[in-house]
């Protein structure tokens, strides 16, 4: 069955760390992939996608993530993390030409300390 | 430009009712998609519309059910309320089938 499956339930960085959540996915064929992130009271938003092309993909806020297809991978990075990148992160794929269904990996909460 | 908007953001049923839930997608986006949000399963697709018609539909008892109307705003109704309904439901909407998509604020439901 399709599935998306994030390595961390919940990490704890300080400021100034860098940030790697993992995201593996479980398709058979092409998939697009997406990286949500929830703050505290606030609604889902995208954080980058990939469809095709350059593996290394970037997003807002300083985030990318890497597309490693062999691996069924699509890491989420960050250099150096801020207080306000405090937040729930949402690892998702969606099967090329099946419609818009997004399915989504349990989430990883990531807690950031001044 | 206005967001994905859901009403109303809070509801309290009882086990048995029925409730309906509406969507407004940005403007000029045709394809809506629920989710449903708890933290046991954490998100999951419910269905899927585009251009009035249910495109994808999720593993969700037929107490689920959904519509689009012409100007692509949705609605969602439950039937039939159990305990375990009790999440929050999320509305997405994106252009065209299989892009990116915009969330709502979600609806909280509660069943008492």
């Known amino acids: 069955a399709q599935s998306v499956s994030q390595h961390n339930h919940h990490v704890i960085l300080s400021e100034a760390a860098s940030l790697e959540l993992g995201c593996n996915y479980s398709?058979?064929?092409?998939?697009?992939l997406f990286w949500y992130v929830q703050y505290p009271g606030q609604h889902l938003q995208l954080l980058l996608k990939?469809?095709?092309?350059?593996?290394l993909v970037k997003g807002i806020k300083g985030f990318e993530a890497e597309f490693i297809k062999s691996k069924f991978s699509f890491n989420l990075r960050k250099p150096s993390v801020q207080w306000s990148d405090t937040a729930e992160y949402f690892c998702?794929?969606?099967?090329?030409?099946?419609?818009?269904?997004?399915?989504f990996g349990q989430g990883t909460e990531l807690s950031v300390k001044p | 430009k206005a967001g994905v908007t859901q009403t109303p953001r809070y509801l309290i049923k009882t086990r048995g009712q029925q409730v309906t839930l509406s969507c407004s997608p940005i403007?000029?986006?045709?394809?809506v998609s629920w989710y449903q949000q708890t933290p046991g399963q954490g998100l999951q697709f419910l269905f899927e519309?585009?251009?009035?018609?249910?495109?994808n539909k999720g593993n969700f008892p037929g107490r689920f059910s959904g519509r689009q109307f012409s100007n692509s705003r949705s609605e969602m109704n439950v039937s039939t309320l159990e305990l375990g309904d009790s999440a929050l439901y999320l509305c997405?909407?994106?252009?065209?089938?299989?892009?990116?998509?915009?969330f709502g604020d979600g609806t909280r439901l509660s069943i008492l």
């Open positions: 398709y058979g064929g092409t998939v697009n």
């Open positions: 519309y585009f251009s009035e018609t249910q495109r």
């Open positions: 997405a909407s994106s252009l065209h089938l299989g892009q990116p998509q915009h």
């Open positions: 990939y469809f095709s092309g350059d593996p």
């Open positions: 998702a794929a969606m099967e090329y030409n099946q419609g818009g269904k997004l399915i």
């Open positions: 403007s000029g986006h045709r394809s």
